[in-house]
């Protein structure tokens, strides 16, 4: 599967962005889906993740209640509401998947397709 990150811009401080993961060459059903980030000089770091069909996610503390991740698998893409955005919150962002178990995992090395970054930048 490949995969297709798109929806990075610069934002205000406070203001919204969605970010769209797209995939293509096969069904997206049974692949759970994961966005990361990273920003220049720092790690790669979890950010959401989402079940096979949609309704089970996890979030990393530091978005919760600001962030949303969500899927159509009928559109095979997989979505980033991001609300509230910080200046922390600016990054390259990168959506990734793994085939098989359904379970959400916080850990890079685990997800074998990632799609190329799409830059997030927020303004003070």
């Known amino acids: 599967v490949q995969l297709q990150a798109s929806g990075g811009g610069l934002v205000q401080s406070g203001g919204s962005l969605r970010l769209s993961c797209a995939a293509s060459?096969?069904?997206?059903?049974?692949?759970?889906v994961a966005w990361f980030r990273q920003a220049p000089g720092k790690v790669r770091e979890f950010v959401a993740a989402?079940?096979?069909?949609?309704?089970?996610?996890d979030l990393a503390d530091s978005v919760k209640g600001r962030f949303t991740i969500s899927r159509d698998n009928s559109k095979n893409t997989v979505y980033l509401q991001m609300n509230s955005l910080k200046p922390e919150d600016a990054a390259f962002y990168y959506c990734?998947?793994?085939?098989?178990?359904?379970?959400?995992?916080?850990?890079?090395?685990?997800?074998?397709?990632w799609g190329q970054g799409t830059l997030v930048t927020v303004s003070s």
């Open positions: 990734a998947a793994y085939w098989g178990r359904n379970r959400l995992l916080r850990d890079s090395s685990d997800y074998n397709y």
């Open positions: 060459g096969e069904s997206f059903n049974y692949y759970t």
């Open positions: 989402v079940s096979w069909s949609g309704p089970t996610t």
